[in-house]
């Protein structure tokens, strides 16, 4: 079936053995991916506006995935069921990721594996998901409709990363990739960008914005 990239790596990440919980699933896709492409036995596609599940549902049908794929509406974790064991979520922002994060917590203990592809404030959701006990276990950058989209796996255990590797991503500065280094240059642009406008009065502000422009133009040169 044909997917955009972004959910195509998503899906890709999802282990084979695993009870994926979709959390706003939009149509669905990502989850009719998974359970038509790859050995996932069954799937659960949760969002909390009917408009979207009723299309989620004719989707699902054309491909006759009935048996595979449950539809839930519900706000976020709590459309967790029993034996969910993988959550995925993109296509939000990263503090609306952490709401969800927090809101059910609750539900954390039974969650080996997250995978987020945020559409902004990556750092805050990195930050999120240590502090509630996962570290960074994957990442890659992909481009779909000329936009670059950071996407996160973690999984539950402990490692401690500097403020550094937490910024660039522990797995991502490692990738010799042109795509990663053209996703650092557009982080660096709008760094810049945004040191230039920032009042001088925001000194500590200032302070972080130029440390990690330095960190930007150090992995830029050795990609």
């Known amino acids: 079936m044909k997917i955009n990239e972004r959910l195509k790596k998503i899906g890709d990440l999802v282990p084979l053995s695993s009870y994926p919980l979709d959390i706003g699933c939009d149509h669905a896709l990502l989850t009719i991916y998974l359970t038509k492409e790859s050995s996932i036995e069954k799937a659960l596609a949760a969002d909390n506006k009917e408009g979207p599940l009723q299309m989620a549902k004719v989707n699902i049908a054309n491909y006759h995935l009935e048996d595979k794929i449950e539809l839930i509406l519900a706000d976020g974790l709590d459309a967790y069921r029993k034996g969910v064991n993988v959550v995925t979520i993109s296509g939000m922002g990263g503090l609306t990721i952490n709401k969800i994060i927090d809101k059910g917590r609750k539900y954390l203990k039974y969650i080996n594996t997250f995978i987020l592809s945020p559409n902004n404030y990556t750092i805050a959701v990195k930050r999120k998901l240590k502090r509630y006990g996962y570290y960074i276990s994957d990442e890659y950058v992909v481009k779909d409709k000329n936009k670059i989209y950071q996407i996160m796996a973690f999984t539950k255990g402990k490692k401690y990363y500097s403020y550094k590797k937490l910024f660039l991503g522990p797995v991502l500065m490692t990738r010799r990739e042109p795509l990663v280094k053209e996703y650092y240059l557009n982080e660096l642009k709008m760094k810049q960008q945004l040191l230039k406008i920032m009042p001088s009065s925001f000194t500590s502000k200032r302070r972080l ?11 830029i040169k050795e990609i």
Do not use: G, P, T, V
Request: glycine share 0%; charged share 45%; aromatic share 10%.
């Open 209 to 219: 914005l130029k440390r990690e422009i330095k960190y930007l133009e150090a992995i």
